[in-house]
């Protein structure tokens, strides 16, 4: 390929619907990887409304369904006893119209993407490319990368950096420990399980269950019984004593309290939960998206969807320019928004009332968390429903209203 309008670092979720949604429209566009293949360990498994959206764009709906993603029923919280709290359907749940939640695990979701990128012909993806450094002057912008054929050098116009948590591109902007914010003192594991839950009367798709100790998230994320289980652990540990801890803590927590007999554990994840927004997200031809740019605990519907909504907003500002409808300029707009966007995560207070919501007492839950309340009125009150789903749609931002024609 000649020089690509833009070239995308990192084939993540996040780089491969960007590629998608550029090449979809014939922007040349090159996509590097480290790797040689596609990362295929069960992350992220929720997508919100907002995410949705995007990926309807994408025109990748249907071959999600095609790979069994599913629309989930709904969130509620309960004490660990099973006992329900309050809880919200999620929705599309019930609506036909409305855009739903989608679930499907993100190692389907990037097969999907990247099947699709295969079929244009402006799109390239070049596997075991590592970037190590980069350099811009006022035409174009280009990285250094390591590949099997030695160190060369790549050119583009704009160059994305979607290389997740420890992003390269990030690095060499800002400096390797330049990622303004914290981590949680505790850390999280993710587990992936066949188990029963429906018959132990877990009847919503997803659910937390509120408690000081064992704090926990299990929602089922395939048609055929699969469940992620999402529990807070001590912070410190090995990998090797979270694995020692782990059958106690399912005997203590889980619904019917189950020997390992009695489950499956088909995933194993221990990860350290981060709240970090990056000093900019444009420096001249660059550009950061997803979790490169910032990082949130993955509870309040924050990680990967707010990763797919800045992709698609940079869609709608890369395309602009390629056609001539908007300035470079729409790039600092795009800086200004999606930080904005983010600049609560970096804030303890807020990020400790999501701790505080799974880690309280039970019994007192619904009248010290002005969120459940307000989950609990949206029951009955078509308002506090709106509001409800608001918060979320804040996420988005239509880029186009910047277009000069
Ligand atoms: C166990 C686990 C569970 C999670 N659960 C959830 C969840 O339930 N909900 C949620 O929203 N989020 C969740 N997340 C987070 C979510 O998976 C991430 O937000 C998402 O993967 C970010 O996508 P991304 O494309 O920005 O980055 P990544 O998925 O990290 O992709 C970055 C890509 O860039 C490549 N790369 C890195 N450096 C270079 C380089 N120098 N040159 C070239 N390529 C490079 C990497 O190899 C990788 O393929 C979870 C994460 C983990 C680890």
Request: proline fraction near 6%; charge should be neutral; hydrophobic fraction near 40%.
């Amino acid at each position: 390929m000649s020089t690509p309008f833009v070239l995308v670092v990192g084939a993540g979720p996040s780089g491969l619907l960007l590629a998608l949604l550029l090449g979809k429209k014939g922007i040349p566009v090159q996509l590097l990887e480290a790797a040689d293949s596609l990362d295929d360990r069960p992350r992220a498994t929720h997508y919100s409304p907002p995410a949705v959206y995007e990926l309807r764009r994408a025109g990748i709906l249907e071959h999600m369904e095609a790979e069994g993603s599913f629309i989930p029923n709904g969130a509620c919280w309960r004490k660990l006893s099973g006992e329900l709290i309050t809880g919200v359907r999620a929705p599309g749940s019930t609506e036909p119209t409305a855009t739903p939640m989608i679930c499907l695990s993100l190692n389907k979701l990037t097969l999907v993407l990247q099947r699709q990128i295969r079929q244009l012909p402006h799109v390239e993806i070049l596997y075991s490319h590592k970037v190590t450094g980069l350099g811009q002057d006022s035409d174009k912008a280009w990285v250094s990368v390591m590949t099997p054929d030695g160190v060369k050098t790549l050119h583009a116009q704009y160059i994305v950096g979607c290389d997740g948590a420890n992003s390269q591109i990030r690095r060499s902007l800002f400096g390797d420990w330049e990622f303004p914010g914290f981590t949680w003192d505790q850390q999280i594991v993710a587990t992936n399980i066949y188990y029963p839950f429906e018959r132990h009367g877990f009847d919503w798709d997803s659910n937390f269950i509120i408690h000081p100790e064992h704090w926990y998230m299990a929602a089922r994320i395939s048609k055929d019984g699969l469940w992620r289980v999402t529990y807070g652990e001590v912070g410190g540990l090995t990998v090797d004593e979270l694995k020692a801890r782990q059958p106690e803590k399912f005997k203590a927590f889980l619904p019917g309290n189950p020997d390992p007999e009695d489950y499956k554990i088909v995933n194993f994840s221990p990860y350290k939960v981060h709240q970090r927004l990056a000093h900019r997200m444009r420096v001249g031809k660059f550009l950061l998206a997803a979790d490169a740019a910032h990082l949130c605990n993955p509870f309040g519907g924050l990680g990967l969807t707010g990763g797919i909504v800045d992709v698609g907003g940079l869609h709608d500002c890369l395309s602009g320019i390629f056609f001539g409808q908007a300035d470079e300029s729409i790039l600092d707009i795009y800086d200004e928004v999606r930080r904005a966007k983010y600049s609560d995560i970096v804030n303890p207070v807020s990020s400790n009332n999501i701790r505080l919501l799974f880690q309280q007492d039970p019994e007192k839950a619904l009248e010290h968390s002005a969120f459940l309340k307000m989950c609990q009125q949206a029951e009955t009150d078509r308002k506090v429903a709106a509001k409800l789903k608001e918060g979320m749609d804040a996420l988005q931002y239509d880029f186009r209203q910047h277009y000069s024609r």
